[in-house]
Nanobody, 127 residues
Framework: QVQLAESGGGLVQAGGSLRLSCAASIRTFSRFAMGWFRQAPGKEREFVAAISRTGSQTYYADSVKGRFTISRDNAKNTVLLQTNSLKPEDTAIYYC????????????????????WGQGTQVTVSS
């Protein structure tokens, strides 16, 4: 059974930083591409960032490119999202997701391609 647990959310002022962490209980963690998504009140869930199975490839939404960094540690079954220069529009619930769909070299960037989801962690950025 796959379980994902996010942590690290909180309240921060605009311009601040947060480090989101996702702990995965997956025996074959390195076989899963990992992603972060977010959902703001009244809005649809949107892609934030994704990382390939080996960690060699990363992908970002245009809205966070240059401010957020995704990384993973396959030895510790964790994926991190470092968020810098936060803006009020970054306020949302952030979800960690895991995908073993597609070929081993494929890293999904859409929600339906992810098999497993965490419960989410709230990020609130005040102006």
């Amino acid at each position: 059974q796959v379980q994902l647990a996010e942590s690290g959310g909180g309240l921060v002022q605009a311009g601040g930083s947060l480090r989101l962490s996702c702990a995965a209980s997956i025996r074959t963690f390195s076989r899963f591409a990992m992603g972060w998504f977010r959902q703001a009140p009244g809005k649809e869930r949107e892609f934030v960032a994704a990382i390939s199975r080996t960690g060699s490839q990363t992908y970002y939404a245009d809205s966070v490119k240059g401010r957020f960094t995704i990384s993973r540690d396959n030895a510790k079954n964790t994926v991190l999202l470092q968020t810098n220069s936060l803006k009020p529009e970054d306020t949302a619930i952030y979800y960690c997701a895991a995908s073993n769909t597609g070929s081993i070299s494929y890293t999904p960037q859409t929600g339906p391609e992810y098999n497993y989801w965490g419960q989410g962690t709230q990020v609130t950025v005040s102006s």
